[in-house]
């Protein structure tokens, strides 16, 4: 189960998507998801899924690959569609049973937040984390963010704090995969039992895992100080990020692929 986790890890490829530029992709995710929040119509959703099929083909990544983002998320899904299903109530009654009741609005709305959900990880893994090293997101939001160092904002600390952790996440996710398997073998059970008993079980597993977290990053600390790390201060780069002609046109052609089903939406709405 812990290792279905792909956040934070990079698929190693030489794609389009992967070899654009990192600030592109990521103003690329921010459009896109203004686009996925706006779209309220099946149509504009198709539309706005259709992009993503486009993204997975730049990327050439495997499906499965791809998939495994999906998996953390499968009961976040099924918990918002059941509870927008049963709770809204618009539109014809398409079947109800004592307190429960299924409206036609309410099972439109279910699928579209369940299927927006669907979306954005996927928008995400694609952008970011599948095509993207953690070095190369962090460079690209600190360049975009440049602009805030004018207000005293500490840019190259809150991009180095993020690349840390997109980092040490896979890290983390062998660790409590360890500790776990190695509970077992003492007589830890986390898929039996009442809920109070598994939470019980899980935490033999949170208490190390903390301290092996908490003792990582003390590590982390002491070498980065006896590096004289002062921030950005004096910082340099070995492969500075440099905009391409082929960034552009791919940046173009992409944002008015994402801005479609805005388009789509729009006409859907006047008919």
């Known amino acids: 189960m812990m290792k279905d986790i792909s956040i934070g890890r990079y ?21 896109y998801m203004v686009t996925i929040f706006m779209a309220n119509t099946p149509v504009a959703m198709l539309a706005t899924f259709a992009v993503v099929l486009v993204l997975a083909l730049l990327s050439k990544i495997p499906v499965m ?47 579209l937040l369940a299927f927006r959900l669907l979306l954005l990880i996927l928008a995400t893994s694609l952008l970011l984390s599948l095509t993207t090293t953690p070095l190369k997101l962090s460079d690209a939001l600190e360049s975009l963010g440049s602009p805030l ?9 809150m991009a180095m704090t993020m690349s840390i952790a997109l980092r040490f996440i896979p890290t983390l996710v062998e660790e409590t995969d360890k500790i776990m ?75 008015i692929l994402a801005v479609v089903p805005l388009a789509v939406d729009f006409l859907w709405k006047i008919k």
């Open 149 to 157: 160092k004018v207000i005293k904002v500490p840019v190259n600390e």
């Open 65 to 111: 690959e791809i998939l495994r983002s999906v998996r953390p998320i499968v009961f976040i899904m099924i918990f918002i569609f059941v509870l927008n299903l049963f709770s809204i109530r618009q539109g014809d009654v398409l079947w109800s049973w004592k307190f429960l009741v299924i409206t036609s609005g309410g099972l439109m709305r279910a699928v």
């Open 181 to 255: 398997k190695a509970q077992s073998s003492r007589g830890a059970e986390y898929d039996t039992g009442n809920i109070f008993h598994r939470a019980q079980g899980y935490v033999t597993v949170l208490v190390p895992l903390f301290v092996s977290a908490f003792k990582r990053a003390e590590e982390l600390a002491i070498a980065m100080d006896s590096r004289c790390y002062r921030g950005g201060v004096g910082k340099t780069k070995l492969h500075p990020l440099k905009m391409k002609t082929k960034d552009y046109l791919w940046m173009l052609a992409l944002v």
């Open 11 to 31: 698929y190693n490829g030489k794609s389009v998507l992967h070899r654009l530029d990192p600030r592109v992709k990521v103003l690329l995710f921010i459009v």
